[in-house]
C-alpha cells in the first residue's frame, strides 16, 4: 500500500519538522530526539530556511531562532502542568498537537510561503503525528494548495503502529523508515516505506581528548571494560550483557561493566541479576554526567564488577566512555536503527550490535555482530581481537569510516534530498 501524493516541481521554500521529541532537555528521552536535533540543524546547515515544531520546555521562548533553524515549542501551557518531560501528559498533548497546530501552521507560515513560486516539505516523525499529518492534509486540499506541500511521515520504531490509520495516512503522505529491518516490520501493515537511515551530527564524529582516555586507561588498569548504554528494557538484552561479564569473570578476564540505563523498572531486576551471577555492583550518582565526573565515578573500583551510572552522560562523556572501552554491548533483541553502536564507531570505539536494524554493521569487519542470547558468542568474537591489537584497532578504524558515511551531511545529501526532488 503505497499511494504518494502527486507534487509539483520547483524550489523549496520552506521545511517543516513535526515531532514531540527535540533538542530541549524537556523534549529528549531517547534516540528520536537524537535523530531530529541532527536532521533539523543539518538542513539549516544546508541553507534550508527549516522549521521544527516540537513539545519544548515550558519555561523557553515559544518561537526562536537557533542560528539557521527556527524552534517552535508546541503544547506548552499543557506542559508546565507536566514536568517530568515530553511524555508527561502524553495524551492531552498529542490531542492539542494534532487539533492546534496544522491550522497555526497553514495560516501563519505554508500560505504564506507558497504565495511566492516554489513548494513546502513537512516532514513528521512517529506516531503521535500521524493525525496532525492527515489535519494537515485535509486543510491543504481545502485551500488547494495540496499539490504544492510534499509530506514525509517517518516511523523509527513500532510503537504505536496499532493506533495508526494506514490507508489514510498513505493517501497523506510518503511513508519513510530508518532501516530495512524496520521496512520489512511495516511489510506486515500493507505499507512498503522508503529507507531513509538516521545520521550523525557534527558533534558525534570530534576526537576523543587523548588526555582524557589515558586518565580512564590508568583507572581500569588494563581490564576488560564493556560499556551499555541504554533504557532499562528487556528487549535490549541487559540480562544477556550481565550474564557476559558473569562468564568472563569466571574465566578470568576480570571484566568491569559500566552501565548507564534509565528509570525504567527492569534496571532492578538487572542488578538483582548482577548480585546473583556474584557480581560486585556500585551504583554512583552524577553531578554533570561531563567526563571530570565520568572519570571520577571510575575511583576505586578494583574490586568492582558492574559500575551502575545513575544520570545521563554529557556528549562529550559518551565518547570518551565509546572510545575507551574495549567493546561498547549495544546489541538488542528489536532495534529499529541502532544509533549508539553507531555512535561507538564515530568515537573510534569497538561496537558490537545485535542484527536487526544495524544496516551498517558488517560482521567482523567494522562490529562485532551478535545472533544469539548465548553469553559466550562475545567472548568467542572478542577473543581474537583481545589477543591480536592490530585487528582490533583495524576493526575501530573501519567503524570510523563507516560513521563518517552517515553524517548529517551526507544523509541528506545522498538519501533525503533525491526523495525530495530538491537535489
Not at 133 to 141: C, G, K, S, Y
Not at 153 to 174: C, E, K, S
Not at 326 to 354: K, Q
Amino acid at each position: 500500500m503505497w499511494a504518494a501524493p502527486v507534487e509539483t516541481k520547483g524550489p523549496v521554500t520552506q521545511i517543516h519538522i513535526l515531532s514531540f521529541e527535540g533538542p530541549d532537555a524537556y523534549a529528549r528521552a531517547g534516540g528520536i530526539a537524537t535523530r531530529i536535533s541532527g536532521l533539523a540543524y543539518g538542513l539549516a546547515d544546508a541553507g534550508f530556511d527549516t522549521h521544527l515544531w516540537f513539545v519544548g520546555d515550558p519555561e523557553r521562548p515559544g518561537h526562536e531562532r537557533d542560528g539557521q533553524l527556527r524552534l517552535h515549542r508546541w503544547c506548552q501551557w499543557i506542559s508546565r502542568h507536566h514536568p517530568g518531560g515530553v511524555y508527561d501528559g502524553e495524551e492531552g498533548k498529542r490531542t492539542d498537537f494534532v487539533s492546534s497546530l496544522p491550522p497555526f501552521l497553514l495560516r501563519e507560515y505554508l500560505a504564506p510561503a507558497l504565495d511566492q513560486p516554489g513548494r513546502c516539505v513537512v516532514l513528521a516523525e512517529e506516531w503521535q503525528t500521524t493525525d496532525a499529518i492527515l489535519h494537515l492534509d485535509w486543510l491543504l486540499r481545502g485551500a488547494a494548495l495540496r499539490d504544492r506541500v510534499t509530506i514525509l511521515w517517518n516511523a523509527n520504531n513500532t510503537f504505536g503502529f496499532d493506533r495508526i490509520d494506514w490507508a489514510r495516512l498513505a493517501t497523506a503522505a510518503v511513508i519513510t523508515t530508518v532501516s530495512r529491518y524496520m521496512q520489512h516490520r511495516m511489510w506486515a501493515h500493507g505499507i512498503d516505506p522508503i529507507v531513509i537511515p538516521n545520521g550523525l551530527s557534527g558533534p558525534a564524529l570530534r576526537r576523543t581528548d587523548p588526555d582524557a582516555v589515558k586518565v580512564f586507561e590508568r583507572r581500569v588498569q588494563h581490564r576488560v571494560v564493556l560499556a551499555k548504554v541504554a533504557r532499562w528494557d528487556p528487549g535490549k538484552r541487559w540480562l544477556l550483557a550481565i550474564d557476559t561479564v558473569g562468564e568472563m569473570k569466571r574465566r578470568g578476564w576480570k571484566p568491569l561493566l559500566i552501565a548507564r540505563g534509565g528509570v525504567e523498572a527492569h534496571g532492578s531486576e538487572v542488578l538483582g541479576r548482577a548480585v546473583a551471577r556474584g557480581l560486585r555492583v556500585v551504583e554512583h550518582p552524577m553531578v554533570d554526567g561531563g567526563i571530570a565526573d565520568l572519570l571520577d565515578s571510575m575511583r576505586d573500583i578494583h574490586d568492582v564488577d558492574m559500575l551502575s551510572l545513575r544520570s545521563p552522560l554529557a556528549p562529550a562523556a559518551a565518547r570518551l566512555l565509546f572510545r575507551a572501552a574495549s567493546a561498547v554491548l549495544a546489541n538488542s533483541g528489536h532495534e529499529p536503527f541502532g544509533l549508539v553502536g553507531l555512535e561507538t564507531m564515530a568515537a573510534g570505539g569497538l561496537a558490537c550490535t545485535g542484527s536487526t536494524g544495524e544496516d551498517y554493521a558488517i560482521p567482523g569487519w567494522n562490529a562485532l555482530v551478535l545472533q544469539s542470547s548465548d553469553p559466550r558468542e562475545f567472548i568467542r568474537l572478542y577473543d581474537r581481537l583481545r589477543v591480536d591489537r592490530v585487528a582490533e584497532q583495524a576493526m575501530r578504524r573501519r567503524g570510523r569510516l563507516t560513521a563518517k558515511q552517515y553524517a548529517w551531511n551526507e544523509i541528506i545529501r545522498r538519501n533525503l534530498l533525491p526523495r525530495l526532488g530538491a537535489a
